[in-house]
C-alpha cells in the first residue's frame, strides 16, 4: 500500500523496532493503513527513541483508478520532519492512463521543499509510450524526505519519455522482436540530457541477443552493450556472453576509449 513512485515511506528507516502499532483494513472502496514505530538501536539528544508514523489511505474510483494519500512524520529531538503526499491513477479507457503524485516535505514546520510529476502514457500488450514531467524543487529536499523515505537527488527537472513495441514473429527462427527507447532531458543550473536506445531479438525463449546504446551529455559519455543469452538448461543452467564499450573524457580532460568483455556460466546440480 505504500508504494508510490515518490517513496514518502521507506520502512528500513525504522531499523529494529522496540515497540509499534499497525492498522490495516477496508471500509467500503477505501483501504487505510497505519503505521507507529519506535527505533530500537537510536536514542536522540533527550534521550528518547525516535518515533516514525505512517498513514495511507486510497480510494477506488470509476472502474479500475484511484485517489490516494501519504502522511509520514519522524518525531526525534522534539522536531518534526513530515511529509503529506496526494496521488492519483487515472485509467482513460484500455489504452491510456494518467498518473501524477505531489509531495510536500517540511522540517519542523519551517522549511518547505516540494516534488511531483505528471504522468501520462498509452499501453497495451504490445505497445508502451509514455511522457513524464518530475521536478525536485530546492537544495536540501532530499535531506528531510530521506528521514522516512527514499530519494536518491534533488534540485532537478527531467522530462523522461519511453517506447516499445513487440512484434510477434512466430516463425521456425524468430518468436517475437522487442524493441524500446528510453530518453531523459533534465537540468538545474545545467542542462543535461540522457538518452538510451535498446532492442531484443528473441530465437526463442531461451536464446537472445540484446543491444543498449546510451549517451549522457552531463559527462560526455557513449555506451554501447551488447548480450548473447542462452538458457540452455531453465531456469537456471545459462551462458552469457556480453561486449561493451565506454566512450568519456576523464576528470584531467584525457579522452578514454575502452572494451570490456564478460562471460558468465551457471549451470545447476541437484543433490539428492
Known sequence: MYQTRLKTFYSRRVGDISGAIKLTGKVGKTNINLINAFDKNSIDSSDHKPMYTAFRMKRDVLKSSSLGFTATNKLIDNRMISTFSPDYVLNLGSLWKLTGQ??????????????????????NNFFHWHIRYSYLDGEGLKDIFNETGYLNDDNRNEFDSDVSYKWWIKNPVFKY???????????NDDFSKFMSLSTTYNFTNNLWVKLICQNNTSIDKIYVYGLFG???KPPYGYLYFIVNQTEYMDSYGVFQNKYIGFLKLTYPITIR
Open 177 to 187: 522482436i522487442n524493441f524500446s527507447t528510453a530518453n531523459n532531458i533534465y537540468w
Open 102 to 123: 505531489y509531495v510536500a516535505a517540511i522540517d519542523n514546520w519551517k522549511v518547505l521543499r516540494n516534488t511531483g510529476y505528471v504522468r501520462f502514457a498509452a499501453e
Open 230 to 232: 542462452w538458457r540452455f
